[in-house]
Nanobody, 125 residues
Framework: QVQLVESGGGLVQPGGSLRLSCAAS????????VAWFRQAPENERVFVAA????????YYADSVKGRFSISRDRANSAVVLQMNGLKAEDTAVYYC??????????????????WGQGTQVTVSS
């Protein structure tokens, strides 16, 4: 069973940047897609971005396109979410998830098997 270890959350001012990392323990990402979802208080968990480890194909929610970037850190067997131009509405708990979704389900939380514990991102002045 793959266990996911997230790091990199914190408090940042609007317009600032944060870098989240998701590493696998007890397995590898080799034949999976790795995604980030986020959940704000009293809201549903929503898709942010995903990457297929095998070929590097990436997918983004419209709300983060042009500001966030997801990539593979092969040296550390991790997936990185670089978040730039952060806004107050990006405030949420961010979760890393792993699964084998088809393209049409890439954005669906139910398509992912393993989840991390979540890391808080707060954007506030």
């Amino acid at each position: 069973q793959v266990q996911l270890v997230e790091s990199g959350g914190g408090l940042v001012q609007p317009g600032g940047s944060l870098r989240l990392s998701c590493a696998a323990s007890g397995g590898t990402f080799s034949d999976y897609a790795v995604a980030w979802f986020r959940q704000a208080p009293e809201n549903e968990r929503v898709f942010v971005a995903a990457i297929r480890w095998a070929n590097g194909a990436t997918y983004y929610a419209d709300s983060v396109k042009g500001r966030f970037s997801i990539s593979r850190d092969r040296a550390n067997s991790a997936v990185v979410l670089q978040m730039n131009g952060l806004k107050a509405e990006d405030t949420a708990v961010y979760y890393c998830a792993v699964g084998r979704p088809i393209v049409s389900t890439m954005w669906t939380a139910g398509a992912y098997y393993y989840w991390g514990q979540g890391t808080q991102v707060t954007v506030s002045s």
